[in-house]
């Protein structure tokens, strides 16, 4: 091994690879910067959010009706129809594993972070 010299198209190989891992690298700090997203699970469906974009959703349940608000990277029930509102007294979520629920209503809130855009919903 003494005596290892290295090629002209060894040194382009090495900038190549230096400079893919550096786009890496910069690409995943970007993506780490994205709040992630809520899923939100009713009776009729689950529906997908960026926690980036807000918004103010209405969700129909049993009970009546569940008003989710995405602000400033956060989410919350601003609203629920339930008799206790314990759900609106949990306050806002805002990191991956955060969860909330309206069980009267069977509405239930969970965050995933980091993820990306999403906006979607599924039935």
């Known amino acids: ?10 040194w382009v190989a090495l900038a190549v690879s230096v400079a893919a891992f550096a786009g890496f690298l910069f690409v995943g700090r970007l993506t780490a910067q ?6 939100i699970q009713t009776q009729e469906g689950e529906w997908m959010y960026d926690l980036d974009r807000d918004r103010e959703m209405t969700f129909k ?4 009706e569940s008003v989710i608000l995405i602000k400033d990277g956060k989410v919350s029930f601003e609203h629920s129809d339930c008799e206790d509102h314990l759900c609106e007294r949990m306050g806002e979520l805002s990191r991956g594993g955060d969860w ?24």
Do not use: H, Q, W
């Not at 091994?1 to 060894?10: I, V, Y």
């Not at 349940?61 to 009546?64: D, F, L, S, T, V």
């Open 61 to 64: 349940g049993p009970i009546g």
């Open 1 to 10: 091994m003494a005596g290892l010299k290295l090629k002209p198209f060894d």
């Open 34 to 39: 994205s709040s992630g997203y809520v899923t």
């Open 100 to 123: 909330s629920a309206c069980l009267p209503n069977r509405v239930f809130l969970s965050i995933t972070g980091n993820e990306g855009e999403v906006d979607y919903a599924t039935k």
